[in-house]
C-alpha cells in the first residue's frame, strides 16, 4: 500500500494526465440544428487561453472516446488544455491523488459513498447555493438530485459539491413488441394493470416473467434493482432514503412489504420461466434471452438500461424488443413518478477558473447533447433537444428521467459494502429459495447491526 500511495503520489504530482492528441470536432458548430450552438458561442466568451484543466473520471476504453468527444469542444472554445485520465482502479486513485495533495480539478464519480468521504475529509470544494437551486429547477425530480449532489463537509454542514451529469434509469421493464401484438397484451400504465396482466398470460398458458439473479460471487443483485423499485411504489421517498441508511431497521415492516410483492413474483412457479428453481441459477445475462424464443419462454424482463448488451445478436431495439416504465400504484398516486437509477456526478477537487467554467459548462444543453446524439448518455436536464438523442431507446429513457417527480440512487449502492454488496445479496437468494421475508430481513437487520 505504501508503494501505490508514493507511485501515485509521484504521478499525480508531475501532472501525469492522459493528454489527449489534436481532435477534430465531432459535430460542425452551427451545422447540426439537433444541438444548441447559441452554447457553443457563449463558451467562446471564457478565456482560459494558457490554463490547464485536469479531469478525472470512470470512463475508459469506447466510454473515454466519448467523453473526450464533449471535452473538445470546451477546449476549442475556450482555449484550455484539458487532460482527461483514468485508472482501471479509479475509486482508489482519486482516494490517492487527493490525499497526496494533488487531485486533478474535476473529479466525476459514481459513487454517492465515495464522494461523501472527500467532503468530510475537505477535500471538495462547495459548488454554491445558486448552482443547486440551477439544478433544482431544470432537472427532472430536481430537488431529488440536489439531494444526491449534497454531502457533509468536514464540520458536518450539509453543501451541495456534486453536479450530476449522465444518468442511467433502472425502472424499466422489457418486452418483445411482436409477441404483446400476437398475443393482444397492452403495455400497462399501472402496477395493478400489470399484475393483472401477469395474471392474464398464465391463463393464456404463457410465463409472464424471465428472471435471473446469477452473477458469480455477486449473485442476487438484480433482486436488489427489484426490490428498490418496488420500495419507491409502496412508500413515500423519505422511507427509501431511512431504510438506505438504516435509520429504518431492514426488518421494518415497511421493507418486508417490498420483499413480499417481489417474494410472491419470484418464487411462483407459474410466474417464472423455469419455475423459482432456476431463478437463483439463472445468469442475470442469459435470463432476457427467453423473450426472443418461438414460442417466448416469458413476456416480461425488469433489468436497467444496459441490458440489450446481452439481447440476442441483431436484436434490433424499438422493433424486436423495447421496454416500459416499471408502473406505480394507481392506489397510491401521491407516491408521484419516482424512478430508480444511477449515474455520475462532478465535483471541483482543485478549484481553479477552468474548473469553475467546466461546471458551468456542464450547465449547457450543448454538453448533455454531444454525448446524447452517440450512445449511452441520458440526462433528467428538462432543456436538452430531446432530438438529439441517438436512438428512440435512449430519448424514451431521457423522458421517463425528465417526467420523474422522484429520482433515487441505487439502494443497495448506498448501503455499506457488507450490506448492499453483502448480505442484501445473499438475502435475496435465500428469499428466493424460499425463506420468508421476515427472516430475510432479519438477518439482513443482524449483519447491519454487526458492523454498527
Given at each position: 500500500m505504501k508503494t501505490k500511495l508514493t507511485v501515485g503520489a509521484a504521478l499525480a504530482a508531475i501532472g501525469l494526465y492522459a493528454v489527449p492528441a489534436q481532435a477534430e470536432l465531432k459535430f460542425a458548430p452551427g451545422e447540426d440544428s439537433r444541438f444548441t450552438w447559441s452554447d457553443f458561442e457563449e463558451l467562446e466568451k471564457v478565456d482560459l487561453n494558457g490554463e490547464t484543466l485536469t479531469v478525472f473520471g470512470p470512463w475508459r476504453g469506447a466510454d473515454e472516446d466519448l467523453i473526450q468527444s464533449v471535452l473538445e469542444y470546451f477546449r476549442e472554445a475556450t482555449g484550455a488544455t484539458v487532460n482527461y485520465s483514468s485508472s482501471e482502479n479509479y475509486e482508489q486513485q482519486i482516494v490517492i491523488d487527493t490525499q497526496a495533495g494533488s487531485p486533478p480539478n474535476v473529479a466525476?464519480?459514481?459513487?454517492?459513498?465515495?464522494?461523501?468521504?472527500?467532503?468530510?475529509?475537505?477535500?471538495l470544494t462547495p459548488l454554491g447555493e445558486e448552482n443547486a437551486q440551477w439544478v433544482a429547477q431544470n432537472y427532472g425530480a430536481g430537488e431529488s438530485w440536489v439531494d444526491l449532489g449534497t454531502y457533509r463537509d468536514k464540520d458536518g454542514n450539509e453543501q451541495f459539491f456534486a453536479f450530476p451529469y449522465k444518468a442511467d434509469v433502472k425502472s424499466l421493464v422489457w418486452y418483445s413488441p411482436d409477441n404483446f401484438e400476437e398475443a393482444g397484451y397492452e403495455v400497462p400504465a399501472t402496477m395493478e394493470e400489470l399484475l393483472a396482466l401477469q395474471d392474464q398470460i398464465v391463463e393464456d398458458g404463457g410465463t409472464?416473467?424471465?428472471?435471473?439473479?446469477?452473477s458469480g460471487g455477486a449473485t442476487g443483485w438484480p433482486a436488489t434493482d427489484w426490490v428498490e423499485d418496488i420500495m419507491l411504489r409502496l412508500h413515500e421517498p423519505s422511507v427509501y432514503d431511512q431504510w438506505t441508511t438504516n435509520e429504518m431497521p431492514f426488518d421494518d415492516p415497511k421493507v418486508v412489504e417490498a420483499l413480499q410483492?417481489?417474494?410472491?413474483?419470484?418464487?411462483?412457479?407459474?410466474?417464472?420461466?423455469?419455475?423459482?428453481?432456476?431463478?437463483?441459477?439463472?445468469?442475470?445475462?442469459?435470463?432476457?434471452?427467453?423473450?426472443?424464443d418461438i414460442p417466448p419462454k416469458c413476456y416480461l424482463h425488469h433489468q436497467a438500461s444496459f441490458i440489450p448488451s446481452f439481447f440476442p445478436e441483431g436484436t434490433e431495439l424499438g422493433v424486436d424488443a423495447d421496454f416500459f416504465y416499471f408502473p406505480t400504484y394507481e392506489s397510491k398516486p401521491d407516491l408521484g413518478k419516482p424512478v430508480l437509477g444511477a449515474?455520475?456526478?462532478?465535483?471541483?477537487?482543485?478549484?481553479?477558473?477552468?474548473?469553475?467554467?467546466?461546471?458551468?459548462f456542464l450547465k449547457m444543453p450543448l454538453a448533455h447533447e454531444l454525448w446524447m446524439a452517440q450512445s449511452g448518455f441520458v440526462t433528467p436536464f428538462k432543456s436538452v433537444n430531446i432530438e438529439a438523442y441517438a436512438n428512440d431507446a435512449l430519448k424514451k429513457q431521457g423522458e421517463i428521467l425528465a417526467e420523474a417527480t422522484t429520482f433515487r440512487f441505487d439502494g443497495s449502492d448506498l448501503m455499506p459494502g457488507k450490506i448492499g454488496a453483502g448480505s442484501f445479496w445473499t438475502g435475496m437468494v435465500d428469499l428466493v429459495g424460499g425463506k420468508s421475508a421476515e427472516d430475510v430481513a432479519k438477518e439482513v437487520q443482524s449483519s447491519w447491526d454487526a458492523i454498527k
Open positions: 466525476i464519480l459514481p459513487q454517492p459513498g465515495l464522494i461523501q468521504d472527500l467532503a468530510s475529509k475537505g477535500l409472464p416473467w424471465c428472471i435471473g439473479l446469477g410483492v417481489f417474494a410472491d413474483i419470484a418464487t411462483n412457479d407459474a410466474y417464472v420461466s423455469g419455475g423459482a428453481a432456476a431463478v437463483a441459477a439463472t445468469d442475470f445475462r442469459d435470463s432476457p434471452k427467453g423473450l426472443f449515474g455520475t456526478l462532478a465535483m471541483i477537487t482543485k478549484d481553479s477558473k477552468g474548473a469553475r467554467a467546466f461546471i458551468d
